[in-house]
């Protein structure tokens, strides 16, 4: 049975970045973020549509990758955090979001305690907007009820804190 780590958390927080580190060291493979995909192809003036396109896009591509079993998987993302996007942009959500049922076994939540940076495809960096979008992303999980791990630091830190979360989880495995 493929394990899945998701990295969770609001924007500028290094999930881009940690996923492939984490691959590396565990041995596993990498779903990328699709909503940047999407975003940098169409723009950033999502719709709710667009969202549960991504979202549905997103789980296919890591439906694919469990059948192909690729073991452990790190997402970079999953429609629980698209449905975050949905609260922050408008407020409420498609259906669609709360009958999802793949959530991973381990979510990793990602502090805000990194710069913001600006890449073109981000929209929340006040220190407000960032502080609301990490309080949804929590929020979202204690609500799933998913296992999670609140992950921070900079650097080789961040990266060994995550590390030390994946094992105190019991879902790390040798690479």
């Not at 993302?77 to 959500?93: E, I, K, S």
């Not at 960096?125 to 929020?139: E, I, K, N, V, Y």
Request: hydrophobic letters at 45%; a negative charge.
């Amino acid at each position: 049975m493929t394990r899945t780590i998701c990295l969770h958390g609001p924007e500028s927080t290094g999930k881009s970045t940690l996923a492939p580190q984490l691959a590396r060291r565990l041995g596993g493979a990498v779903i990328d973020e699709y909503g940047r995909t999407f975003a940098e192809k169409h723009g950033v003036a999502f719709t709710m549509a667009d969202l549960v396109t991504i979202a549905q896009t997103h789980d296919r591509l890591t439906q694919t990758a469990r059948a192909g079993g690729l073991d452990p998987l790190l997402l970079d993302t999953d429609p629980l955090m698209t449905a975050v996007w949905a609260d922050m942009l408008f407020g409420w959500r498609d259906p669609w979001f709360d009958a999802w049922q793949g959530t991973a076994d381990l979510y990793l939540l990602l502090d805000i305690d990194l710069p913001w940076i600006e890449d073109g495809t981000r929209m929340f960096g006040t220190p407000t907007l960032r502080q609301r979008f990490f309080d949804l992303s929590r929020a979202e999980l204690e609500r799933r009820g998913v296992r999670w791990a609140l992950v921070g630091g900079a650097g080789d830190a961040r990266l060994d804190n995550a590390l030390s979360a994946i094992t105190d989880a019991g879902v790390s495995i040798a690479a």
